[in-house]
């Protein structure tokens, strides 16, 4: 598999998409598991939970992370998630890669509830 081949692909499944996104996971290793996300300019993602351990790397556009705290993230940029719930808003056209960690016995997911040590 060549990853810029799935980038492709979602970028174009996802301007094609009435839902302005496309997923795809390209590797899944027990707990851990990589996906490509693509979202048109201006698609959001609804606040979800943060698995114990992810990571997101914009391979092309600007996304901003929405939580108790705001981050943007820019094309090349590599940065951890915080721990709690977020959302996603796409700025430009984008296109990242999701690296979670989940399933891990004894640890679940985390929300605003929760605090980190």
Do not use: C, W, Y
């Amino acid at each position: 598999m060549k990853l810029m081949d799935v980038v492709d692909e979602a970028k174009r499944v996802a301007k094609e998409s009435d839902t302005g996104r496309h997923a795809a996971i390209v590797v899944h290793d027990g707990p851990l598991r990589q996906s490509v996300l693509a979202l048109t300019e201006g698609t959001e993602l609804a606040p979800h939970n943060s698995p114990p351990a992810a990571s997101i790397f914009v391979i092309e556009g600007e996304i901003t992370i929405v939580g108790t705290e705001t981050d943007t993230i820019r094309e090349g940029e590599l940065k951890a998630l915080t721990h709690v719930r977020h959302g996603v808003v796409a700025n430009l056209d984008s296109v990242f890669l999701l690296t979670t960690v989940t399933g891990i016995e004894g640890t679940d997911s985390h929300d605003e509830r929760q605090s980190v040590s």
